[in-house]
């Protein structure tokens, strides 16, 4: 277990410090998504999980069981929509312009760059007061349009109309399902 958040610890510190240099180093024909997802994805989402969870209790004058397991519920959902909503959005998109890319290049490209998101989440989740640096997630997008310009093979005069229609579209589904999720579960606190 130390080694995983070892190994976590020093993509996202290359990552979040050097994403170009990170790009450049890393192949993706030696990646698999699956290898990713359980490398990196899943441990940071459960762990942003357990933090929302202890999060909940550490907040509340009168802990309820039930409301801090639908914020967790709400948390996994949520790394779920970006993660799969990404993906399928993304192929919508690129199906709309004629364009066909690597499916699984996809899913390592979400993975990477929802990296910034997962790590504030933990903490955010588990010190609420923290919850302004949420916005430090966006910085995934630009780790996104990096690794897009060097794996993903759009025209050059449209690569960045795409990706930023990509990035725009998937912020405003994963907004909408956040704000419309937290609403309803403030109004049951």
Known sequence: MKELF????YIARALVLEPQTFWDSISLEKERAKALNK????????TGA????LGE??????FRLWLGMLWVMRELILVGVLYYGG???TNKILDRFGLKQNEENFQILAVYSMIPYLVISVLTNFLPFFKFLDFAGLYGFYIFWLGSKKYLEFPADKHDNITFKIMI???IVFGLFSFTTAKL?????
């Open 6 to 9: 070892q190994d976590i610890y």
């Open 39 to 46: 490398k990196i994805l899943f441990p940071l989402a459960i």
């Open 50 to 53: 357990v933090a929302m969870f």
């Open 57 to 62: 209790f550490f907040r509340s004058d009168y």
């Open 87 to 89: 993906i399928f959005g």
């Open 169 to 171: 579209t998937n912020w």
């Open 185 to 189: 579960l403030l109004a049951l606190d």
